[in-house]
């Protein structure tokens, strides 16, 4: 069991620092790591810090090299099995949550990398915590891995060991249903965080059933890839599965995706120049991100008759005639407050997706604007 560290762990012969407070040097240039090594062998690993850390954990959290780590699961195994006090995380799961050493900025986990490489380790080590659900947040190390755009190859072992060591016998369909502390799957985080397009395409093909889970303020992963901006790749993904459910498909909100392209605030994400802030210090922008207009995929009167038809759909209700002329004063006013907004939409769509001339949406512009003006 891990224990505090007490005043004599602190110090070896009152000179040579603890494990614990190397790995707690800023300059881990200056680390002997061959040294350190050397020490796992004869001094106690179980020993926590003031946070709770016992020395895996810490090594893992700082990044310390790969060596280390699989010297110090060597030493011992239960360390593997114990959950941080404080995140409820094992070392599995903060392995899949990479972090620089100011634990303010995500590092994407690249192939064969040493982040990779202990995540490897450790999943091949105790299988079982791949299907731990960590205390604090909900999180899986699955949830916890698709925030640092995995590659695929981790993806698929994080997965295949889920399914082989899950008591409950889930498919892997059913496994990429659980949502952590936010109501998102880990098709939505890999949406949200830049996943890499080939692991975000295999989520949607290993469970279909996914694509219709509405997770944080009830967005569909449509509504996340629209949000937060996608590949080409996914997108179409995303439309052979919906079948054409770009145009249609709601959230409980009612808020389809389109709606959420064309807002103010996102439709500049999709401008050729835009690159996504994200929290990634390298400042690389994610593999095949679409750089200019999603509408390539869709014929632009379909789109505008879509936002035109949504947001009619709050008057059309109370008439069955589309006939303005006969219909009540009140309808006229619901009419009259849907066409402000949609000729906000149909102004961001021109300004942000469209390419050359645009007659056709130009005199849709033309049109709602002298419906606007007109007198009812």
Known sequence: MATQMDESDERIDGNVPSLHDVLDQEDTASINWIEFVARIDSERVDAVDDLGSNVLYKAIKT??????????IEKDPELLKIAHPASGFLPLHEACHPQNRNQDKFLKIR?????HRVVASLLEAYPQASITISSYDNMLPLHAVMQHRPPL???????EKMAEVDDAGRSVEELLLLKDEDNQTPLQLALQYYAPAETTIFLIEKSNRSVYQNGHENFLPLHNSVYFGTTLPILKK???VHHGGLMTNENELKITAL????HEHVA???????????????????DGYIQGPP???????????HLLQSLLRRFNAFTKTRNINQISSKIQKLYRKALI????????CKKHFCVGPTPDLDRMIAHLEKENKREL
């Open 341 to 348: 907004p949609l000729i906000a939409k149909a102004k961001t």
């Open 63 to 72: 990044r310390a090299p790969f060596n280390v780590i699989e010297a110090l």
């Open 259 to 262: 709606q959420i392209a064309f």
């Open 153 to 159: 190859v981790l993806v698929k072992a994080l997965l």
């Open 268 to 286: 500049p994400r999709w401008q050729a120049d835009y690159k996504p802030d994200g929290v990634f210090p390298d400042g690389t922008s994610p």
């Open 238 to 240: 995303f439309l052979e």
């Open 111 to 115: 192939p064969n990398s040493t982040s």
């Open 295 to 305: 509408l390539a995929l869709l014929p632009l009167n379909d789109v505008m008759d």
